[in-house]
């Protein structure tokens, strides 16, 4: 499982550099919006933590797709149906989530805090936001590889994924940004939604990766 | 590594195969007991690929059943027990050659020869460093035929193993596979070039 783990974030890396792609989307969403909004920081502050996580949530459905096609297209996707017996395929599905999430996710949490910036977000609402997206973006991978697993056999399956997708996300987005907001809006309570967003993620690390295994298992 | 499972058997029975609703094949039987295979032969869209679908548990049957006995706790089934060598390769072409047949080592368990060793007995020996995107069919098709001697499977159920090889490679296959036999393994072959394995049984499919 290690093996697949390593394989998947070395190809993430290598091949295409996935991450990069998503790290420019994020920053070109949230460059943009200062402009449409104007200039003013009280109000850029305000939604600052919100357009960092409409922005992660946009640029992390960006690669979904190829979650399982890659494997598809090159016939790796029946061997890895095959070992169901000796690594549970919902397994190999949430290790794949996992490093999907290291390769493609991870480098937007990380360049959350330097995009906040732009935004006249404070060093306290920042720190809440990256570690809001920390905890919930593995939600969206997961919640993504039902989609993902659900279009495999189409071969422009890519908006597809991401309108399966979004409704789904919907709760932790709310519960992100929830969080995040409570860190500087102070009669808000920060620890109940950020619990209840590491609840939608441990919730999704179940039911994801059993129902995109069930959905791969039927694809052909 | 020989294996300890003396009876293992692979029985099929009437078994139909269907695609997209439409019935390809149906009332195949057959039986392979240890150090036995089977040629499968036919004409293009006969279901060839669709039988070997079948024996790996990629696809349901439409009607009968496959069973592997005497696999004992190590193979309880035949997907975990073959190695499915289909079409495609199932090789990533931004990895190198050892890169990939090293993850499948990993992944698939019963490591057997080492992937030096495995490039070797293919005739790759000096460009397992490549990635495997640099190489031409017939060497991306060896590469993939290496898969099958990394990990040990009783059972070979190879999909057309011989397109894109040359004469001297195809002829290497088949005394890798007579090796493959004489050690007590299984082997279900879809072709419709001569293999050149001796003492193969044939099953002919013809198109309904």
């Known amino acids: 499982m290690l093996a697949l783990y390593l394989r998947d974030v070395r190809l993430g890396i290598r091949a295409g550099s996935g991450a990069l792609t998503g790290v420019l989307f994020f920053l070109a969403v949230v460059a943009v919006i200062p402009f449409g909004v104007g200039p003013d920081l009280n109000l850029l502050a305000r939604i600052g933590p919100a357009i960092l996580w409409i922005g992660a949530l946009l640029a992390s459905l960006l690669g979904l797709e190829r979650l399982f096609q890659a494997d598809r297209e090159d016939g790796s996707l029946d061997l890895l149906v095959m070992a169901d017996s000796r690594h549970m395929l919902a397994l190999t599905v949430f290790v794949k989530c996992l490093a999907h999430w290291t390769a493609n996710v991870l480098p937007l949490v990380a360049a959350a805090p330097l995009l906040g910036l732009f935004m006249n977000v404070p060093p306290l609402s920042l720190g809440a936001a990256t570690l809001t997206l920390l905890a919930g973006t593995p939600a969206i991978a997961f919640i993504g590889a039902v989609g993902a697993a659900l279009v495999v056999a189409l071969p422009r399956g890519g908006l597809l994924v991401s309108v399966l997708v979004l409704p789904l996300t919907v709760p932790v987005l709310i519960f992100g940004v929830a969080a995040s907001r409570a860190a500087v809006a102070d009669p808000d309570p920060f620890l109940q939604p950020f619990l209840v967003l590491c609840a939608l993620t441990l919730f999704f690390a179940v039911i994801g990766p059993v129902a995109a295994a069930l959905a791969l298992r039927n694809a052909d | ?208």
């Open chain 2, 1 to 208: 590594m020989p294996d300890t499972h003396e009876t293992m058997r692979l029985d099929a029975e009437s078994l139909s195969g269907a695609r997209g609703g439409d019935t390809v094949f149906s009332g195949v039987s057959f039986a392979l007991s240890r150090g036995q295979a089977l040629v499968v032969t036919g004409p293009n869209g006969a279901g060839k690929t669709t039988l070997l679908r079948i024996l790996a548990g990629l696809l349901q049957p439409a009607a009968g059943r496959v069973a592997l006995s005497g696999g004992g706790t190590a193979w309880p089934d035949t997907a975990s027990a073959s190695h499915y060598l289909g079409h495609l390769d199932a090789m990533k072409t931004a990895l190198s050659v050892e890169e990939n047949l090293l993850f499948w080592q990993r992944f698939a368990g019963h490591a057997r020869m080492s992937v030096p060793k495995a490039l070797e007995t293919v005739g790759l020996g000096e460009i397992g460093h490549l990635p495997f995107g640099y190489l031409s069919t017939g060497q991306r098709r060896r590469a993939a035929l290496a898969r099958l001697f990394v990990s040990h499977r009783p059972l070979w159920l190879l999909d057309e193993p011989t397109s894109g090889l040359d004469r001297a490679s195809a002829g290497r296959l088949a005394g890798l596979m007579e090796g493959h036999l004489r050690e007590g393994g299984m082997i279900v072959a879809a072709t419709h070039l001569p293999l050149g394995l001796a003492g193969a049984r044939e099953l002919r499919m013809e198109r309904e």
